[in-house]
């Protein structure tokens, strides 16, 4: 064997010994998932002794074991002195060995005289890459002929440990993807925090520049217009990076509320009465329902920023002529069937305020339900203009469920959409 040959096997052998690392199977606790096999084999093959042996470089550890005895059988391992199922690993081959007493290889195996291994029949345990990893082995203590029955049983057992074993593999580099992902967002939501805040003030300073303009005497009309869209959209834009702000302090849990008793029907009034200037542009027409006397205990401020969000957004995708409709009432936990979080409800959740704000606009597609509250998420619809930041609604969601409520929507193509959610009502009626 020329240098270069061993070359080869040495880098196949270190691929092979980081392949079994990966699987994270190397003196981890026995798994009723690995033992069924071994109990299979041992009882259809009728062998006092069945392995899941896995194969490294200085032993062999046994994943699962049926009829070994002691004190290998507390140790849960060999030195490969006394190991058959390393030849497996070589060969990346079946062996069947019917008197290891009389093997011209295997008759000096420690295995032999320490652990009375005489018959012996083992599968390798190769990945879909080529790396054996160890052998599925039945042992016998007396002579045995292995039939190609026995053989057929034994690789159908260990196809299944492989496939169960690979699983494992596929499973922990998805999960390590996933922690490299979340590291990759995190970076983003600094780096976004961080732009945002460098944003912030020159926009302020901005923004009090065309303040002072404003007030400093009267401008030319053409000037007067000019100087009032440059701070109209400033203001819209010093807003925007506010909202983003205030999402990154949500998401990293410092969204603080100010909880004071209100009435529901007064903060819906408010948010009604600040959006009626655009409704009516709009061609469109809000109407106030209220189905209750409960009042609850919520941060004033947010939850009015909550509705303007929605029927903003009913607003954005209701043609004209269109109607909104605004509403409060009594939430039972049996009342919505269909809430997508429906396994997180625990004893605590009684009854609720149920806001809804319901729209005769276009409808939202199926697809679009569970990305529509992520940050800067639109949903394309044809019949209106697009104008929505995709702030509002992860907001107002992060804001329901600081609550302690949840938000959720339901819509229908052409039929309009229907954005409910709940805050927890106040013991007594307001």
Same mark, same amino acid.
């Given at each position: 064997?020329?240098?270069?040959?061993?070359?080869?096997?040495?880098?196949?052998e270190?691929? @092979?010994?980081?392949?079994?690392?990966?699987?994270?199977?190397?003196?981890?606790?026995?798994?009723?998932?690995?033992? $069924?096999?071994? &109990?299979?084999?041992?009882? !259809?093959?009728?062998?006092?002794? %069945? /392995?899941?042996?896995?194969?490294?470089?200085?032993r062999?550890?046994? =994943?699962?074991?049926?009829?070994?005895?002691?004190?290998?059988?507390?140790?849960?391992?060999?030195?490969?002195?006394?190991?058959?199922?390393?030849?497996?690993?070589?060969?990346?081959?079946?062996?069947?060995? %019917?008197?290891? &007493?009389?093997?011209?290889?295997?008759?000096?195996?420690?295995?032999?005289?320490?652990?009375?291994?005489?018959?012996?029949?083992?599968?390798?345990? +190769?990945?879909?890459?080529?790396?054996?990893? *160890?052998?599925?082995?039945?042992?016998?203590?007396?002579?045995?002929?292995?039939?190609?029955?026995?053989?057929?049983?034994?690789?159908?057992?260990?196809?299944?440990?492989i496939?169960?074993?690979?699983?494992?593999?596929?499973?922990? $580099?998805?999960? *390590?993807?996933?922690?490299?992902?979340?590291?990759?967002?995190?970076? @983003?939501?600094?780096?976004?925090?961080?732009?945002?805040?460098?944003?912030?003030?020159?926009m302020?300073?901005? /923004?009090?520049?065309?303040?002072?303009?404003? !007030?400093? *005497? #009267?401008?030319?009309?053409?000037?007067?217009?000019?100087?009032?869209?440059?701070?109209?959209?400033?203001?819209?834009?010093?807003?925007?990076?506010?909202r983003?702000?205030?999402?990154? =302090?949500?998401?990293?849990?410092?969204?603080? /509320?100010?909880? =004071? &008793?209100?009435?529901?029907?007064?903060?819906?009034?408010?948010?009604?009465? $600040?959006?009626?200037? /655009?409704?009516?542009k709009?061609? !469109? +027409?809000?109407?106030?329902q209220?189905?209750?006397?409960?009042?609850? +205990?919520?941060?004033?401020?947010?939850?009015? @920023?909550?509705?303007?969000?929605?029927?903003?957004?009913?607003?954005?995708? +209701?043609?004209?002529?269109?109607?909104?409709?605004?509403?409060?009432?009594?939430?039972?936990p049996?009342?919505?069937?269909? @809430?997508?979080?429906?396994?997180?409800?625990?004893?605590?959740?009684?009854?609720?305020?149920?806001?809804?704000?319901?729209?005769?606009?276009?409808?939202?597609?199926?697809q679009?339900? #569970?990305?529509?509250?992520? =940050?800067?998420?639109q949903?394309?619809?044809?019949?209106?203009? #697009?104008a929505?930041?995709?702030?509002?609604?992860?907001?107002s &969601?992060?804001?329901v469920?600081?609550?302690?409520?949840?938000?959720?929507?339901?819509?229908?193509?052409?039929?309009?959409?229907?954005?409910?959610?709940?805050?927890?009502a106040?013991?007594?009626?307001?």
């Open positions: 064997m020329d240098d270069e040959q061993c070359s080869t096997i040495g880098l196949l270190l691929e @092979r010994l980081a392949t079994l690392q990966s699987t994270a199977l190397l003196d981890s606790p026995a798994e009723e998932a690995f033992d $069924q096999f071994t &109990r299979l084999a041992s009882t !259809i093959l009728e062998t006092p002794v %069945a /392995l899941v042996s896995l194969v490294d470089q200085n062999q550890f046994f =994943k699962s074991s049926v009829g070994l005895s002691e004190p290998w059988n507390q140790a849960r391992q060999t030195p490969l002195s006394h190991s058959f199922c390393k030849h497996v690993v070589q060969m990346s081959e079946p062996l069947s060995v %019917a008197d290891a &007493r009389i093997h011209p290889v295997l008759q000096k195996n420690l295995a032999v005289s320490e652990l009375g291994v005489v018959a012996y029949l083992g599968i390798p345990l +190769t990945t879909s890459q080529g790396h054996t990893l *160890g052998s599925f082995c039945v042992i016998d203590s007396k002579p045995r002929q292995w039939s190609d029955r026995d053989a057929s049983i034994l690789q159908n057992l260990a196809n299944l440990v496939e169960k074993i690979e699983l494992r593999i596929f499973a922990k $580099q998805l999960h *390590g993807d996933y922690l490299a992902l979340r590291q990759l967002e995190l970076y @983003r939501d600094e780096m976004v925090e961080m732009l945002v805040h460098d944003l912030r003030n020159p302020s300073s901005f /923004l009090a520049g065309l303040e002072l303009i404003q !007030i400093s *005497g #009267e401008l030319p009309q053409l000037c007067q217009e000019y100087v009032d869209l440059a701070y109209e959209g400033g203001n819209e834009l010093l807003g925007m990076i506010n983003i702000l205030e999402i990154s =302090k949500a998401e990293a849990g410092h969204l603080k /509320l100010d909880l =004071k &008793r209100l009435s529901p029907s007064e903060v819906i009034a408010s948010a009604c009465s $600040q959006m009626a200037p /655009l409704a009516e709009s061609g !469109i +027409t809000i109407c106030q209220m189905h209750t006397q409960l009042s609850c +205990t919520a941060d004033t401020k947010k939850l009015h @920023r909550v509705l303007v969000n929605l029927i903003s957004n009913a607003i954005q995708h +209701t043609p004209r002529g269109g109607n909104i409709t605004v509403s409060v009432q009594a939430d039972e049996a009342d919505n069937p269909q @809430r997508p979080d429906e396994e997180t409800r625990d004893s605590h959740d009684a009854i609720a305020l149920r806001f809804s704000v319901i729209d005769t606009g276009q409808g939202i597609p199926d679009a339900f #569970e990305k529509i509250f992520h =940050k800067f998420s949903v394309k619809n044809s019949q209106v203009a #697009e929505s930041t995709g702030l509002g609604l992860p907001f &969601r992060m804001v469920e600081a609550h302690g409520g949840r938000i959720w929507l339901e819509s229908e193509l052409g039929e309009g959409t229907r954005f409910h959610f709940t805050i927890p106040s013991q007594t009626n307001g």
